[in-house]
C-alpha cells in the first residue's frame, strides 16, 4: 500500500455503491490522470469485485476497509440515498473528504450535520450533481452573467416519464423516502435554478400519486410488485430571494416522455437550456421581437459524471472549494424538504438557508489534462 498521496500527486479515491450509476463514474474517473482509484466497496462483494475488474482498479471490498486505507483521499459515495449520510459521516470521521451523489442526506437537519462534520474536520464536502459543470449548463451560465438575456427573471422546467421502474434494475429506492421524482429529478433543476437565480425563499406545491405499488419491468427481478412511498407527480411554485419566480413540473406519471425543458426568460430575452441531467446539449436563444431560436455554440467539459469528483480533488491540491458544493447540495436539499411538507399541507413554506455562488469554470478547464503529478 502506497503512502497518502502530497501536495501535487493524483488524489487517491475510493468508490463506495458499485450499482447502475458506477458504471459512469468508473468509466470516467479512471480516465482522469489526477486521479488514483484505488479500491471500490458495497455490501454486495461480488459486486465491488466485478466493478473492479471491469475497470482496472486494484482492489474491492467493504466500505470499512477502504476508510482504513490511508491512500484514499477522497470517498465516492454511490450508495442509496437512505445510506448517504451514514457512509458520508464515516468517510468524514475516516478522515477523507467525500463527494456524495444526491441528495446530501434524507432531511436537512442530517445535511447541516454533515457539513459540520466536514469543517470540523478541515474536509471537503461535495454533492452531485456534477451536471452543473458540464459543457452545456456552464455555457448557459457563462452567457447569462455576460446579459444575454438581460437580467433573468423566471424560468419554466418540465420533467416527465413513465417512471424508472420500467429501466432500472432494482427501483425500489426510486419510490422511497429520498428519492421519487422530487428528491431524484429535482437536485439537476433545483442546482440550475439556484446557481442562476441564488438561493430559494419561500415555495408552493401540489403533488399526487396515481398507484400505490408498481412492477419491475426489466432485469433479474422483472415482474416483483413493490410499494410507491412518495409522490409521483409534483408541481411546483419556487419564489427567489432576489425576485425570480420558477415553475417546476417532475413526474413519473407520464406516458408522454419530456426531459431537460429548462426555459429561463429575461428582461430581453429567452434562453432553453440544455437538459440538466446532461453534460452537453443545445442552447437556444430567442431575444424579444424575434420569431426563430438561434442556436448559441457550447464550450466546456463534457465527458460525464466524475467531473464533480475532478473538480473537488484539484481543489484539494490547489485550495479551492468545490464548485458542486455540498453547500449547494444542502440548499437544494432544503428547497425539496420545504416543496414536500407544501405538497403536505397545501402552505406556502420557507427556505432558509444561503450559500456562495460556485465560480464559473474556464471553458478550457481539461479533465484529461495532468495537471497533478504522479511520484
Ligand atoms: N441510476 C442512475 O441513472 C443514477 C443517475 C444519477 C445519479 N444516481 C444516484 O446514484 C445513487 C446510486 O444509484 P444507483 O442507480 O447506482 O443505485 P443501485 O441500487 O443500482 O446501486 C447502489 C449500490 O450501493 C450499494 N450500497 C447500498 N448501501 C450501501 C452501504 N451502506 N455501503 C456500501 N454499499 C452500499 C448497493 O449494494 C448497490 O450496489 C443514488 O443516489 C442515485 O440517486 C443514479
Known sequence: MTARGGPGRPVGVAVVGCGTISNEYLRNLTSFPDLRVLFCADLDLERAKEQAAKYGVPEA??????????????????????????????ALAAGKSVWTEKP????????????????????????????????????????????????????????????????????????????????????????????????????????????????????????????????????????????????????????????????????????????????????RLRPTGTDEWQVLPTAGAADGRGLGVLDMARGMRGGGRPRASGELGLHVLETMEAIGRSVADGSFQPVRSAFSPPCALDPGWDPKARTLVSA
Open 61 to 90: 471490498g467493504t466500505a470499512a476497509q477502504a476508510l482504513r486505507r490511508p491512500d484514499v483521499e477522497l470517498v465516492v459515495n454511490l450508495t442509496i440515498p437512505a445510506a448517504h449520510a451514514g457512509v458520508t459521516s464515516a
Open 104 to 283: 446530501l442526506a434524507l432531511d436537512t437537519a442530517t445535511g447541516q450535520r454533515l457539513l459540520a462534520e466536514a469543517d470540523r474536520a478541515g474536509l471537503r464536502l461535495g454533492c452531485a450533481p456534477d451536471t452543473v459543470l458540464g459543457a452545456g449548463l456552464q455555457t448557459a451560465w457563462r452567457l447569462m452573467t455576460e446579459g444575454v438575456i438581460g437580467a433573468p427573471q423566471t424560468a419554466l422546467t418540465l420533467m416527465q416519464n413513465p417512471g424508472p421502474e420500467r429501466w432500472h434494475h432494482d427501483p425500489e429506492f426510486l419510490f422511497q423516502r429520498g428519492a421519487g421524482p422530487l428528491f431524484d429529478i429535482g437536485p439537476y433543476y433545483l442546482s440550475v435554478l439556484a446557481m442562476i437565480f441564488g438561493p430559494a425563499e419561500r415555495v408552493a406545491a401540489a403533488g399526487h400519486r396515481s398507484r400505490d405499488t408498481r412492477v419491475i419491468a426489466r432485469g433479474p427481478r422483472a415482474g416483483t410488485v413493490f410499494p410507491v412511498e412518495v409522490p409521483t407527480h409534483v408541481s411546483a411554485l419556487i419564489e427567489y430571494a432576489q425576485g425570480p419566480v420558477a415553475t417546476l413540473v417532475l413526474s413519473f406519471e407520464s406516458p408522454l416522455p419530456r426531459h431537460g425543458f429548462v426555459e429561463i426568460t429575461g428582461t430581453e430575452a429567452t434562453l432553453a437550456l440544455p437538459d440538466p441531467n446532461r453534460f452537453d446539449g443545445e442552447i
